[in-house]
């Protein structure tokens, strides 16, 4: 039964996934703004993840993790978030919201050496709304652009543990969605018709992502993991149309020059001590420069991100609540793959809370990221997201012995 209401709340969050809003003109290029596979806990620690090793959370950003669950414990995960962000252009300044559902996964074990987890994860998001204004010999020219959609992904994903300090994983993903963008052209002169483009991607394909985790632990209370993750370069398979409407003419084209999604590296190394405190790095490579879009390699620039986190807990086994508190930091340093010449960055911090008599964990984080720089060319964007998820952490196929 409990089985059947979560494969059917899976079934409805397709759409609610789907539907994943953001605001930022940065998503006008490329895929939109790029969406880390990370849960609550990493979230809160910047987005670490590759060798994050841990049997009370989903880690779907390594799929060799998902092997340190035990074999008597089912996790559920669900995420949401709501953001703030704040545009500027010299001096001109705008401000916007959105909140979402995010990511669900379950994870679970079929035996001690073999692990499964399966879910739904945004890989990106496209949201904008905004208007431009510019002159040609005197006329007035007014630019609206708009867009809309982004990139989902379902994927099953399973990891075997090879001998107690090393594991392998893979997912398999099912990428589907739609992004569609537009741009109206007005002019202030009545003589000149007024014209409308607009480009639409609609996505059904598949990708795979392999990982490793070695995790070796000396001295009773030290433990250091290392982790890495590959994404082989893939076809981005569907339907990519374009229409150019004036006002007695609708001229539509159907663009069959090859997407791709591109080839992708992650690399981490972590240190645990005495399961209270845990410190990390990770270090991740996308290779679009080498992947088609629209035909054309070298259309996106490689994206290069490291980041740094920490996670304390005073004592795990304590009686006191107080100490079995998580708090957790971290933060990241990235270029933009649509090629802004500028670093971009962000800032995290959160909170574990661990339910009274259960092993569930409410997860609250609070982020701040900059895109972008406050020039006359360019627009600087601050966001601010508060996001939250839980972790149901149950057990499960165990049956009491008092009758």
């Known amino acids: 039964?409990?089985?059947?209401?979560?494969?059917?709340?899976?079934?409805?969050?397709?759409?609610?996934?789907?539907?994943?809003?953001t605001n930022s003109p940065y998503t006008r290029y490329g895929y939109g703004r790029l969406d880390q596979p990370v849960f609550g806990r990493a979230q809160a620690m910047g987005g670490l993840s590759y060798a994050m090793r841990s049997n009370a959370q989903i880690n779907p950003a390594n799929p060799a993790s998902y092997s340190a669950v035990d074999t008597m414990t089912f996790m559920f995960d669900i995420g949401a978030s709501a953001s703030l962000s704040n545009f500027s252009m010299k001096k001109d300044r705008h401000v916007?919201?959105?909140a979402n559902l995010d990511y669900l996964a379950a994870q679970f074990s079929a035996t001690k050496w073999l692990g499964f987890s399966f879910g739904l994860i945004p890989f990106s998001s496209v949201g904008y709304d905004y208007e431009t204004k510019s002159s040609v010999n005197g006329d007035s020219i007014t630019s609206t652009y708009k867009g809309t959609g982004g990139?989902?992904?379902?994927?099953?994903?399973?990891?075997?543990?090879?001998?107690?300090?090393?594991?392998?994983?893979?997912n398999a993903y099912y990428s589907f969605g739609e992004i569609n963008h537009s741009r109206n052209l007005t002019f202030g002169n009545s003589s000149y018709t007024p014209t409308q483009y607009s480009a639409a991607m609609n996505v059904n394909s598949f990708s795979m992502r392999f990982g490793f985790q070695y995790t070796e632990t000396f001295l009773k209370k030290h433990t250091l993991t290392a982790g890495f993750v590959y994404d082989y370069k893939a076809n981005l398979n569907g339907k990519f149309e374009n229409t150019l409407i004036d006002t007695d003419t609708t001229l539509t084209s159907f663009n069959d020059k090859k997407m791709e999604m591109p080839a992708f590296y992650g690399a981490g190394l972590s240190y645990q001590y005495d399961k209270r405190l845990t410190v990390g790095v990770d270090y991740s490579f996308r290779e679009f420069a080498k992947a088609r879009y629209y035909g054309k390699t070298d259309s996106l620039k490689n994206s290069h991100r490291i980041t740094l986190g920490a996670e304390y807990m005073n004592d795990p086994f304590s009686s006191k609540y107080i100490d079995r508190i998580c708090w957790r930091a971290g933060g990241y340093l990235?270029?933009?793959?649509?090629?802004?010449?500028?670093?971009?960055?962000?800032?995290?911090?959160?909170?574990?809370?661990?339910?009274?008599?259960?092993?569930t964990t409410l997860n609250v984080t609070l982020e701040y990221n900059k895109i972008g720089k406050n020039t006359f060319a360019s627009i600087r964007e601050d966001y601010f997201k508060f996001s939250f998820n839980a972790t149901i952490n149950?057990?499960?196929f165990f049956k009491s012995k008092i009758k």
């Open 1 to 21: 039964m409990r089985l059947k209401t979560i494969l059917v709340f899976l079934f409805f969050a397709v759409g609610l996934l789907a539907q994943n809003n």
């Open 96 to 98: 916007a919201g959105t």
């Open 151 to 170: 990139i989902t992904q379902l994927y099953l994903g399973v990891s075997f543990l090879i001998w107690k300090r090393f594991a392998l994983g893979a």
């Open 334 to 359: 990235t270029n933009s793959y649509i090629g802004q010449k500028t670093l971009d960055y962000g800032v995290a911090i959160g909170v574990g809370f661990p339910l009274r008599a259960s092993r």
């Open 394 to 396: 149950e057990t499960w």
